[in-house]
């Protein structure tokens, strides 16, 4: 079994905390980018498409703002889910690595004994 002594299962958890943490930062930012980005009502205009040039300007851009803010958060949300997982496999592995060190010793023991 290979050791890993710079990442153990502890930091694992830390940096899920810390994934998640930013997760829901970033999901207050895209709520305030929305909320505060827009103050006039949402109204549906049927008009003829025009393409949007490179930078983005005018009624969209707050909703496009908090649209990437929310990938983001997403992004950082399965981050911290997948150290959790990773930190319940090493979990895992440490025990059964514990479990098999004790089941030799007592193999061992009952070895002795026998003889």
């Known amino acids: 079994m290979r050791n890993n002594h710079r990442m153990t299962p ?5 940096a899920g905390i810390l994934f998640l943490g930013i997760a829901a930062l970033l999901v207050v930012a895209a709520l305030v980018v929305v909320l505060l980005g827009n103050p006039s009502p949402v109204r549906l205009q049927f008009e003829q498409y025009v393409p949007i040039s490179g930078s983005l300007q005018g009624f969209g851009t707050p909703f496009l703002r908090a649209v990437v803010l929310g990938a983001f958060a ?7 889910l997948a150290c959790f997982i990773w930190c319940g496999m090493a979990q ?23 003889r």
Do not use: H, N, P, Y
């Open 74 to 80: 997403g992004v950082s949300f399965f981050l911290g």
């Open 10 to 14: 502890q930091r694992w958890k830390g």
């Open 92 to 114: 895992a592995r440490q025990q059964r690595a514990d479990i098999l060190i004790e089941l030799a010793a007592l193999r061992a023991r009952t070895e002795r004994s026998e």
